[in-house]
């Protein structure tokens, strides 16, 4: 459930023009999970016409749906303490190594080994071995051939980069259908790890032919210190109980909202600390190095969804600023508040906790089916 002192007031929830754009997500309600859509005039319960948000968004007309009568179930400050992340049976899926910071940043993980204290040296380190510009090369293209001959060469290839300046993007599986929570709700890491960070990311929302037709916003919690010992340890780092974030709601594509502006979008993070700590930071769309619809067709390419699928963009956002004098770089702490922003999308926050204190992750696609058909709302 949402933690009510999350945020004081809804309208830090909402994108920056209000309920103008087509605004869907889901809702604890005493019968179950309900699809909803917010307007001005509160928040309706519309399952009845799209039992689950899969359904919505693989309609021929989402935005239609979304506008069906509904029945009001209460302004959006009497449900807000009982929002779920707005996706439910599409995969969940992340592109890593998007931009060419991140990209960097994941090579640091690999050359330090995982190890924080590492970390500066290492970076000054590649720099010079790597001696260009990684974010004026477009991957897979014949200068980014060039430059892996190069550093293949000097013995300076990595897994990072071939997904980095290479034809195929890194896609993956960020969490099971059903798993990620919302607004509000804590967000965890493993109580073993000691350099982590969150991914302030936007999350492509597509239907099963790959259209992609709405947008929300998404925390790629990432344990660098155990992605760094190893790139295959990538599910162990990502994949954990409440490690995976997204909200408040998908806005639909319409009249308010295009995938140019998907393109465009700024996303700003900020994390505040029980211990007074506070990081900003900001990630830029526009900065991306393969669009947004590459992204969706690689991860399409050979494989069906037939649910949909929820696409983590990747991130520009990667902390280096020590959390204490003297120390090694940023890493999360139990209570720490973070605050995903885009203007288009709104507000995601959520406290970090350890996953193993987090409630459990029990209600899965199999309970959910079984609770939809006890409402009536399966045909």
């Given at each position: 459930?949402?933690?009510?002192?999350?945020?004081?007031?809804?309208?830090?929830?909402?994108?920056?023009?209000?309920?103008?754009?087509?605004?869907?997500?889901?809702?604890?309600?005493?019968?179950?999970?309900?699809?909803?859509?917010?307007?001005?005039?509160?928040?309706?319960?519309?399952?009845?016409?799209?039992?689950?948000?899969?359904?919505?968004?693989?309609?021929?007309?989402?935005?239609?749906?979304?506008?069906?009568?509904?029945?009001?179930?209460?302004?959006?400050d009497e449900v807000v303490g009982s929002l779920l992340a707005p996706t439910d049976l599409q995969a969940i899926k992340a592109a890593g190594v998007t931009f060419a910071v991140s990209l960097l940043e994941r090579l640091i993980e690999e050359h330090a080994k995982g190890d924080p204290a590492r970390a500066e040296q290492v970076r000054k380190e590649l720099n010079t071995i790597i001696g260009a510009d990684v974010s004026a090369i477009k991957p897979g293209s014949s200068e980014?051939?060039?430059?892996?001959?190069?550093?293949?060469?000097?013995?300076?290839?990595?897994?990072?980069?071939?997904?980095?300046?290479?034809?195929?993007?890194?896609?993956?599986?960020?969490?099971?259908?059903?798993?990620?929570?919302?607004?509000?709700?804590?967000?965890?890491?493993?109580?073993?790890?000691?350099?982590?960070?969150?991914?302030?990311?936007?999350?492509?929302?597509?239907?099963?032919?790959?259209?992609?037709?709405?947008?929300?916003?998404?925390?790629?919690?990432?344990?660098?210190?155990?992605?760094?010992?190893?790139?295959?340890?990538?599910?162990?780092?990502?994949?954990?109980?409440?490690?995976?974030?997204?909200?408040?709601?998908?806005?639909?594509?319409?009249?308010?909202?295009?995938?140019?502006?998907?393109?465009?979008?700024?996303?700003?993070?900020?994390?505040?600390?029980?211990?007074?700590?506070?990081?900003?930071?900001?990630?830029?769309?526009?900065?991306?190095?393969?669009?947004?619809?590459?992204?969706?067709?690689?991860?399409?390419?050979?494989?069906?969804?037939?649910?949909?699928?929820?696409?983590?963009?990747?991130?520009?956002?990667?902390?280096?600023?020590?959390?204490?004098?003297?120390?090694?770089?940023?890493?999360?702490?139990?209570?720490?508040?973070?605050?995903?922003?885009?203007?288009?999308?709104?507000?995601?926050?959520?406290?970090?906790?350890?996953?193993?204190?987090?409630?459990?992750?029990?209600?899965?696609?199999?309970?959910?089916?079984?609770?939809?058909?006890?409402?009536?709302?399966?045909?």
């Amino acid at each position: 459930m949402v933690d009510q002192a999350v945020a004081p007031s809804t309208r830090d929830i909402l994108p920056e023009d209000g309920t103008a754009g087509t605004l869907v997500g889901r809702v604890l309600g005493k019968e179950g999970p309900s699809i909803v859509a917010v307007r001005g005039d509160g928040v309706f319960d519309i399952t009845a016409t799209a039992p689950t948000m899969a359904d919505l968004c693989n309609a021929a007309d989402p935005v239609a749906v979304a506008k069906s009568k509904g029945r009001r179930i209460g302004s959006l400050d009497e449900v807000v303490g009982s929002l779920l992340a707005p996706t439910d049976l599409q995969a969940i899926k992340a592109a890593g190594v998007t931009f060419a910071v991140s990209l960097l940043e994941r090579l640091i993980e690999e050359h330090a080994k995982g190890d924080p204290a590492r970390a500066e040296q290492v970076r000054k380190e590649l720099n010079t071995i790597i001696g260009a510009d990684v974010s004026a090369i477009k991957p897979g293209s014949s200068e980014a051939d060039a430059l892996k001959k190069t550093l293949m060469a000097r013995g300076a290839w990595s897994p990072y980069l071939e997904v980095g300046i290479g034809p195929y993007a890194e896609i993956f599986t960020k969490a099971p259908p059903m798993a990620a929570v919302g607004y509000g709700a804590e967000i965890g890491i493993r109580s073993d790890s000691d350099w982590n960070n969150p991914e302030p990311e936007v999350t492509l929302i597509s239907n099963a032919a790959g259209k992609i037709v709405g947008a929300t916003l998404g925390n790629d919690v990432n344990l660098r210190d155990i992605e760094g010992r190893s790139a295959l340890l990538l599910g162990i780092a990502k994949d954990n109980n409440a490690s995976c974030a997204l909200g408040p709601f998908i806005r639909l594509f319409d009249a308010t909202f295009s995938l140019d502006d998907v393109r465009q979008a700024k996303v700003e993070l900020e994390v505040t600390g029980p211990d007074q700590f506070r990081l900003r930071g900001q990630s830029d769309l526009s900065k991306i190095s393969r669009d947004p619809t590459d992204l969706v067709a690689q991860a399409m390419r050979t494989h069906q969804y037939p649910d949909g699928m929820a696409l983590m963009t990747g991130t520009l956002f990667a902390p280096t600023e020590p959390r204490k004098p003297g120390g090694t770089g940023f890493t999360h702490i139990v209570g720490d508040l973070v605050s995903i922003r885009s203007p288009k999308l709104g507000t995601l926050t959520n406290r970090v906790n350890h996953c193993d204190k987090i409630p459990p992750w029990t209600f899965g696609t199999g309970a959910l089916m079984r609770n939809l058909a006890t409402r009536g709302l399966l045909k």
